[in-house]
Nanobody, 125 residues
Framework: QLQVVESGGGLVQPGGSLRLSCAAS????????IGWFRQAPGKEREGVSC????????AYADSVKGRFTISRDNAKNTVYLQMNSLEPEDTAVYYC??????????????????WGQGTQVTVSS
């Protein structure tokens, strides 16, 4: 069974940092593009960032540009989302999702195939 699993969420103060991880179970992430999404209470799910299969294509939501960085370490079968300068508005459940398409570029508005269960990120003093 193909699964992606998120980890690294938690409670952090405004201005702090967290690094989320997206790991694969049952398949190799090398051949998948990864998207990060988030959903806050009472709001629709929104795309945060994505990275292409090659790793050369990335994209970010305007609200996180300059603060979040996506990267992949194929040797560890993991994609990371480094989140700096966190704000209370970043509080949400964060999900990663995988697709075997999007080789050299990525988009967040795409029908990703495999989704994780999410990890909670809470930014509060």
């Amino acid at each position: 069974q193909l699964q992606v699993v998120e980890s690294g969420g938690g409670l952090v103060q405004p201005g702090g940092s967290l690094r989320l991880s997206c790991a694969a179970s049952g398949f190799t992430l090398d051949y998948y593009a990864i998207g990060w999404f988030r959903q806050a209470p009472g709001k629709e799910r929104e795309g945060v960032s994505c990275i292409s299969i090659s790793g050369g294509g990335t994209a970010y939501a305007d609200s996180v540009k300059g603060r979040f960085t996506i990267s992949r370490d194929n040797a560890k079968n993991t994609v990371y989302l480094q989140m700096n300068s966190l704000e209370p508005e970043d509080t949400a459940v964060y999900y990663c999702a995988a697709t075997p398409w999007l080789a050299t570029y990525c988009v967040m508005k795409y029908a990703y195939d495999y989704w994780g269960q999410g990890t909670q990120v809470t930014v509060s003093s």
